[in-house]
């Protein structure tokens, strides 16, 4: 299958620009990048996707097997890479897709030049002093009523993990992008997110790279930032002045302008 249309990649700006490779959450899509994306796209070749089974990609690809670990969805982002033949590319990945962008540099370094973790985790649950904001219970209970009743808890979880409740139209866009994902899928994606544990693969990301946190958020706590911060040798963490674990979407210009000012200064 033709990779281009299996992950419905868009691409924008110069065609002989720096590459940034912008890649989206769980149970969301490449839209959720279209506040920022633009701004990139000015000196920028920007490079969108869909993973598969999310959004308008070919969902008749999809794997359980395949996608039941974070190098799945990697090895999707390498067969972008390879059939546009990329080169020094910058990577920003949100939410889990930023443990997905360490698993890829690590399994292709020669293809990439720098990292940008947007609000990242590579562990959601506690571990002794490591604290990823959740209990295993907390977890499992959250798995289980999303696999009980996928729309239902969309419905609830999208505001809270959204933040931002002065301005409840975010809440309702991230509802509307869970709920478009076929929940089987869903399900398999969840499990994949939150049972993960990258954090032995930070000490090997060896290229340039930005952290990006909010100054409140659910998901991802301020120790988590600083954790992954300690852990990636070299690497600079900035806390944004955005709440909620979509600052692409409730603050895209200081989300834009700290990717900027990092492609900028990056060496």
Same mark, same amino acid.
């Given at each position: 299958?033709?990779?281009?249309?299996?992950?419905?990649?868009?691409?924008?700006?110069?065609?002989?620009?720096?590459?940034?490779?912008?890649?989206?959450?769980?149970?969301?899509?490449?839209?959720?990048?279209?506040?920022?994306?633009?701004?990139?796209?000015?000196?920028?070749?920007?490079? !969108?996707?869909?993973?598969?089974?999310?959004?308008?990609?070919?969902?008749?690809?999809? %794997? %359980?097997?395949?996608?039941s670990?974070?190098?799945?969805?990697?090895?999707?982002?390498?067969?972008?890479?390879?059939?546009?033949?990329?080169? %020094?590319?910058?990577?920003?990945?949100?939410?889990?897709?930023?443990?997905?962008?360490?698993?890829?540099?690590?399994?292709?370094?020669?293809?990439?030049? #720098?990292?940008?973790?947007?609000?990242?985790?590579?562990?959601?649950?506690?571990?002794?002093?490591?604290?990823?904001?959740?209990?295993?219970e907390?977890?499992?209970? !959250?798995? %289980?009523?999303?696999?009980?009743?996928?729309?239902?808890?969309?419905?609830?979880?999208?505001?809270?993990?959204?933040?931002?409740?002065?301005?409840?139209?975010?809440?309702?866009?991230?509802?509307?992008?869970?709920?478009?994902?076929?929940p089987?899928?869903?399900?398999?994606?969840?499990?994949?997110?939150?049972? #993960?544990? #990258?954090?032995?693969?930070?000490?090997?990301?060896?290229?340039?790279?930005?952290?990006?946190?909010?100054?409140?958020?659910v998901?991802?706590?301020?120790?988590v930032?600083?954790?992954?911060?300690?852990?990636?040798?070299? #690497?600079?963490?900035?806390?944004?002045?955005?709440?909620?674990?979509?600052?692409?979407?409730?603050?895209?210009?200081?989300?834009?302008?700290?990717?900027?000012?990092?492609?900028?200064?990056?060496?």
């Amino acid at each position: 299958m033709d990779v281009s249309r299996r992950n419905n990649v868009v691409v924008t700006g110069p065609a002989d620009g720096p590459v940034v490779m912008l890649a989206h959450g769980f149970g969301c899509d490449q839209n959720m990048w279209r506040l920022v994306a633009p701004v990139l796209a000015e000196r920028h070749r920007v490079v !969108l996707f869909d993973y598969v089974g999310s959004g308008r990609s070919e969902w008749s690809a999809w %794997e %359980e097997r395949r996608y039941s670990s974070l190098d799945g969805y990697a090895r999707d982002v390498l067969d972008i890479c390879e059939e546009l033949d990329l080169r %020094e590319v910058t990577f920003v990945g949100h939410s889990v897709s930023a443990m997905v962008g360490v698993h890829t540099v690590k399994a292709a370094r020669e293809r990439f030049a #720098s990292l940008v973790l947007l609000v990242p985790s590579p562990r959601y649950i506690d571990d002794g002093n490591y604290r990823g904001g959740f209990s295993a219970e907390d977890i499992e209970e !959250l798995l %289980e009523s999303l696999e009980s009743n996928y729309l239902g808890w969309a419905s609830a979880m999208a505001p809270v993990i959204m933040g931002n409740p002065d301005r409840p139209e975010l809440g309702e866009e991230l509802t509307t992008s869970f709920c478009a994902t076929d929940p089987a899928i869903a399900r398999v994606f969840a499990r994949t997110t939150f049972l #993960s544990d #990258s954090r032995a693969d930070l000490a090997g990301v060896d290229v340039p790279t930005l952290i990006l946190d909010c100054t409140q958020d659910v998901i991802s706590p301020p120790e988590v930032g600083a954790f992954v911060q300690a852990s990636i040798p070299g #690497s600079r963490l900035r806390t944004l002045d955005a709440v909620g674990h979509c600052p692409q979407l409730s603050a895209p210009e200081a989300t834009a302008g700290a990717i900027l000012e990092f492609l900028e200064h990056r060496h």
